[in-house]
Each structure stands twice: as structure tokens, then as C-alpha cells.
């Protein structure tokens, strides 16, 4: 079992940046993919980036593509995302995701999932 908890979400403009943060606790949490989704309103979740167990994998959605940077620190459990340049259409629930095995860009491949922190960028 793994629990993750999202944290770091706020209002900023466009442009801004922000870092969101994912708290994770369980067992072997240091063997997981983490991955970050995020889900507007009237739209399905989507995935953002993915993060291999060690750290050393990363992959990105094209529409995140050099302005996020996904992180981990398995000796603290948590697992980061650096946001920069934020436009209006970043704005969404984030969410953290977990799962063992490869990664995975699908929502439904995944079993482990925080509550969700809320991410508004205004124009």
C-alpha cells in the first residue's frame, strides 16, 4: 500500500511558476513510477509527466514539454513537480499516481492516487 499526498497548488499568473509536491508513505515506495495527471473541469484526466523508480526516466506530455521538470527524493519519499512559464490552460487538479512495473502515460494503469491540489492560472 502506498498513500500519497499532493501539496504546493495555489493561483498564480501566466507565466508564473509554482512546484507541486508529492508526499508518499508505504512500503517500497522507492520501487514505484510515480506519475502526475492533471484533470480540468469537463475535461478526462491527462497525463503530465512520469518518473522511473530511480529517477533516472522521465517522460512528458507534448503540451508540458520543457516547461515542467519531474523529480524524486526516494530518501524523503516525495516526488516534485517543477512548473514554469504556466499558461491558463495548465489550469487543473493535479494529481500524483503511483503504480510498480514501467511507466505509464494511462490512467487506469495506475492504482495508488492522492486527493489532488488545485492549480489556477490567470491571464
Known amino acids: 500500500q502506498v498513500q500519497l499526498v499532493e501539496s504546493g497548488g495555489g493561483l498564480v499568473q501566466a507565466g508564473g511558476s509554482l512546484r507541486l509536491s508529492c508526499a508518499a508513505s508505504?512500503?517500497?515506495?522507492?520501487?514505484?513510477?510515480v506519475s502526475w495527471f492533471r484533470q480540468a473541469p469537463g475535461k478526462e484526466r491527462e497525463f503530465v509527466a512520469a518518473?522511473?523508480?530511480?529517477?533516472?526516466?522521465?517522460h512528458y506530455a507534448d503540451s508540458v514539454k520543457g516547461r515542467f521538470t519531474i523529480s524524486r527524493d526516494n530518501a524523503k519519499n516525495m516526488v516534485y513537480l517543477q512548473m514554469v512559464s504556466l499558461k491558463p490552460e495548465d489550469t487543473a487538479v493535479y494529481y500524483c499516481a503511483a503504480r510498480r512495473g514501467s511507466d505509464s502515460n494511462r490512467v487506469s494503469d495506475y492504482i495508488y492516487w492522492g486527493q489532488g491540489t488545485q492549480v489556477i492560472v490567470s491571464s
Open positions: 508505504g512500503r517500497n515506495f522507492g520501487l514505484h513510477v
Open positions: 518518473i522511473s523508480w530511480a529517477g533516472a526516466i522521465t
